[in-house]
């Protein structure tokens, strides 16, 4: 199930998950100040909803992806203090954003969506997006999840995860 999790050797799976809450967050927000610029807002207010709601779900499956590489990372060093760091951050970003959910489920009705909600999104977006960058420093300076170029003669040797090659496979001959 840990492989599933990760998606697998060379494709991990909190990465692609991530992408989803990152544009929709943002794009609720964006809904919000719709709903002020135009007559009956009321759609807008849903829409932001809907897109909080999605997004929240994808969320949970982002964390647990994470959740397992993270576990991977070796306890103490500087990596891990950036994965910490990264994970508190989304984590606060989530709670923030579920809070608001919460307060915007109370009344849909609206015209313009209410002033706490808008105020908690905002702040949950640059939350989110500061541990987004400090994710993206976890991948692309650090090489967290990322697995080593093949030259054009060399292979990866199987992973801890990668199940025994069959008895029948013979390695391809150039």
């Not at 991530?18 to 609720?28: K, N, Q, T």
């Not at 807002?41 to 929240?56: D, I, Q, R, S, Y």
Request: hydrophobic share 50%; charged share 15%; net charge negative.
């Amino acid at each position: 199930m840990a492989n599933l999790l990760r998606g697998g050797r060379g494709r991990p799976l909190h990465p692609a998950l991530v992408h989803f809450p990152i544009a929709l967050y943002p794009s609720s927000l964006l809904f919000d100040g719709i709903s002020y610029l135009v007559d009956d807002g009321n759609p807008f207010v849903k829409g932001a909803f809907t897109l909080l709601a999605v997004a929240l779900v994808v969320s949970v499956s982002a964390v647990v992806a994470d959740f397992t590489d993270f576990l991977r990372i070796q306890a103490g060093d500087h990596v891990w203090r950036l994965a910490v760091a990264h994970m508190t951050l989304q984590l606060v970003a989530a709670g923030l954003f579920l809070a608001d959910a919460i307060l915007r489920a109370r009344d849909l009705d609206v015209t313009s969506s209410p002033v706490g909600p808008v105020i908690l999104s905002a702040v949950g977006v640059v939350i989110m997006a500061v541990g987004a960058l400090l994710g993206g420093d976890l991948v692309y300076r650090h090489g967290l999840r990322v697995e080593p170029r093949l030259s054009d003669n060399a292979e990866l040797a199987p992973g801890p995860d990668d199940p025994p090659p069959a008895l029948d496979e013979h390695p391809a001959h150039p």
